[in-house]
């Protein structure tokens, strides 16, 4: 699939419209560091307006196509709802091919219909200076209201940030039950607690320390924030990544880890990542919207809009 590039002499952004729009690559020019994780040994599926079975099943398609990187979740977040035709594991946007609208030195748009749903997405990648910002515009075109989960699912790579910290503000957190394996999991799934101590089987887990060498873990935190703005060390590179979200769009953090877990498929040992997911789902799966009430509506004709800012920095402020 074609990745086409933006920069500037401070940063470099790839991004492949073909492949859901996924960015690929995030690198600090400064310092080489790259802040994103993809897939080295998967051969992805490439992406079709053919999306394929609902509810279960579209897990595994989902990961047929996943390359990594980040990608956008819409208008689904999450694990699937069964017996609803139009929700799929983390939506549809991530398994479509993009169309190109604009690509120069410095920005990419890129635009997507929906299939299930009635949505147009234009998503805008821009970079200045040593900053990546993205721009978009979410508009319904049904004839009637439909509902949605709106997320981000940034994968980034361990090894960049390795021994340092994901520093969010964080109003309570949850380790989610059940483990998504047992077998691999750190943390004690049911328990709230007080970020960044998790209860761990074999005591409190700061979560919020990058561990600086692939442990073998798979576990989740999810968070609701005080604030939209996270940050990650690199002090291998003397570097730090900030991200700014909107609140009104995405209240909740959902953290995933998988730092060469065993267990076959899907990664076959081949995952070295951790996500920062923020996104308007309070759990992980459509069942927790539901409980929360917070799968949300927007009406025919209307609009949402958002931007996300993405800067490369030095370690110390």
Do not use: K
């Not at 994901?166 to 039950?177: F, G, M, S, Y």
């Amino acid at each position: 699939m074609e990745a086409l590039t933006i920069g500037t002499p401070e940063i470099t952004v790839t991004a492949l419209p073909a492949r859901g729009f996924t960015v690929s690559s995030i690198v600090d020019r400064h310092s080489g560091a790259e802040a994103l994780w993809m897939r080295s040994r998967h051969d992805p599926a490439p992406c079709s307006r053919a999306l394929g079975p609902a509810g279960e099943p579209s897990i595994a398609t989902f990961l047929d196509v996943w390359a990594g990187g980040w990608f956008e979740m819409f208008p689904t977040v999450g694990y699937p709802r069964e017996s609803d035709a139009t929700s799929l594991l983390h939506g549809e946007l991530v398994r479509l091919p993009w169309e190109v609208t604009r690509h120069d030195g410095r920005e990419l748009e890129a635009v997507v219909t929906t299939v299930r749903s009635p949505f147009r997405v234009v998503r805008a990648l821009e970079v200045a200076g040593s900053t990546l910002t993205i721009r978009e515009r979410v508009e319904n075109l049904g004839g009637e209201a439909a509902r949605y989960l709106w997320g981000h699912h940034p994968c980034f790579a361990r090894a960049t940030f390795a021994g340092g910290r994901i520093e969010v503000d964080v109003e309570q957190a949850e380790v989610p039950e059940p483990a998504f394996d047992p077998r691999a999991a750190l943390l004690v799934p049911g328990r709230p607690f007080e970020w960044p101590h998790a209860p761990g089987r074999d005591g409190p887990v700061d979560v919020a320390a990058i561990p600086s060498d692939p442990d073998g873990r798979t576990d989740h935190v999810q968070a609701r924030l005080r604030s939209g703005r996270l940050r990650l060390t690199a002090p291998a590179y003397g570097r730090a990544l900030t991200l700014e979200v909107e609140l009104d769009h995405f209240p909740h953090l959902l953290l995933w880890e998988n730092f060469r877990a065993p267990g076959g498929f899907p990664f076959w040992r081949d995952s070295d990542t951790f996500a920062l997911e923020p996104s308007s789902n309070p759990g992980r799966t459509v069942a927790d919207a539901d409980a929360a009430d917070a799968e949300r509506s927007l009406a025919d004709g209307q609009v949402l809009e958002t931007e996300i800012r993405v800067t490369w920095g030095p370690l110390e402020p």
